[in-house]
């Protein structure tokens, strides 16, 4: 455990690489007028092998930064899954555990013309502060009442969604609506591409109105991220705060995150690519 700490230590204090998150990360908090205040690290080892005369850990990094911006603090956290090798006392081979499952390939390519377009004109008051306290108790634990998937951030999305208010709808056409019942779920509940053109192709019960900038959301609207920028779209989070600049602040699963600042750059999945689609939800 003192190695893991030496090694977090080092890693924090390299500047020097571009393509560290880290050092996009202090980047970001610069350009944004903020500081982080204090970090806080808390690892837990799920996992030991061993074999050929090393020893292979997995565990799961729970970082906690307090941020200052202006007059202002918030307290961002990310639990991140890593693995590393022990060999002759020394740590080798550190790296994030990759996904078991990739939304990427899992699904049909879909397009707009693809989006089944409903008339009927259901209408539903969203409950903003219903969805966001739902996103704020769950975001680093998961509801039994839903099944838990390998890559799990449109599945909290869309439960956050429905924790708001918004109605189920399609049952049991998976390719079709927006539902989860039992152990069948659409495309569109646990898929981020799926919800990504959900949202802005249903115009009837939950739906999404695009909108040009970050800035105009408000906590209980969702964000979608191609982060390759080849129109497969990789993630969700739901916006559950802004910071004193008035941008977004937002919760995710996978990688769970708290409060973490929109556009991702600090991200390992973040590429120069990146494009990023805005919903305002109800």
């Known amino acids: 455990m003192n190695m893991m700490t030496n090694y977090w230590m080092d890693f924090f204090q390299d500047e020097k690489d571009d393509h560290n998150w880290w050092t996009r990360k202090i980047k970001l908090v610069q350009e944004r007028g903020a500081e982080i205040v204090r970090i806080n690290g808390e690892g837990h080892v799920f996992r030991k092998m061993q074999y050929d005369h090393q020893q292979s850990y997995h565990y799961l990094l729970h970082l906690s930064f307090l941020m200052k911006q202006k007059d202002y603090f918030y307290r961002e956290e990310t639990v991140t899954p890593y693995q590393f090798q022990m060999r002759d006392g ?29 008339t009927k004109q259901d209408r539903f008051t969203y409950d903003r502060l219903a969805a966001v306290k739902y996103a704020e108790h769950w975001w680093n634990s998961y509801n039994p009442t839903y099944r838990k998937f390998d890559v799990d951030c449109t599945n909290y999305i869309s439960q956050c969604l429905r924790a708001g208010g918004a109605p189920m709808r399609g049952m049991f056409d998976r390719g079709k609506g927006w539902w989860y019942q039992g152990n069948n779920w659409s495309y569109s509940w646990a898929v981020a591409h799926s919800l990504r053109w959900y949202l802005s192709g249903s115009t009837a019960g939950l739906q999404g109105k695009e909108v040009a900038s970050a800035a105009d959301l408000y906590p209980g609207d969702v964000i979608c991220y191609d982060f390759q920028g080849d129109g497969r779209w990789d993630h969700n989070t739901i916006v559950v705060t802004k910071d004193a600049n008035g941008m977004p602040l937002v919760n995710a699963h996978t990688d769970n995150s708290r409060h973490r600042y929109w556009s991702y750059e600090d991200s390992t999945a973040w590429t120069p690519q990146i494009q990023y689609k805005f919903f305002q939800i109800g």
């Not at 740590?91 to 409903?118: A, G, W």
Request: hydrophobic residues 20%.
């Open 90 to 118: 020394k740590i080798t081979k550190h790296r994030e555990i990759e996904n078991p499952s990739n939304e990427r390939q899992s699904l049909p390519k879909f397009t707009e013309d693809d989006v089944p377009i409903y």
